[in-house]
């Protein structure tokens, strides 16, 4: 069984929105740092955000800043990413990942992932 599990993915049109949700099945993101990555075709792994769960401090890749937003809920048992405004270039599988701390996260280091969840953007 998988620890953490991506979902909400799918295909959209450029200019239009989507909400992923991370779920986490054996734990809690509680006193970790949870992050979303995504892997485009033919490209390798990029970083997107971090959110430190405990005090919700989150960081953006300068190519999603001001397009996507992370957060999670009191429970700390789901981390979310909402992209609105997307692009064609969005295209990829999204991963969400838990990490020790922020450091670790923006490296995609030494931790949990998910399976990922495609999302498609239409131009």
């Known amino acids: 069984e998988r620890e953490l599990v991506e979902s909400g993915g799918g295909l959209v049109q450029a200019g239009g929105s989507l909400r992923l949700s991370c779920a986490a099945s054996a734990y809690t993101f509680s006193g970790y740092t949870a992050g979303w990555f995504r892997r485009a075709p033919g490209k390798g792994r990029e970083w997107i955000s971090c959110?430190?769960?405990?005090?919700?401090?989150?960081t953006y890749a300068d190519s999603v800043k001001g397009r996507f937003t992370t957060d999670t809920d009191f429970t700390r048992r789901a981390v979310y990413l909402q992209m609105d405004d997307l692009k064609p270039e969005d295209t990829a599988i999204y991963y969400c990942?838990?990490?020790?701390?922020?450091?670790?996260?923006?490296?995609?280091?030494?931790?949990?992932w998910g399976q990922g969840t495609q999302v498609t953007v239409s131009s």
């Open positions: 990942g838990r990490f020790q701390n922020e450091a670790a996260c923006r490296t995609g280091s030494f931790g949990s």
């Open positions: 959110i430190v769960a405990n005090d919700y401090s989150t």
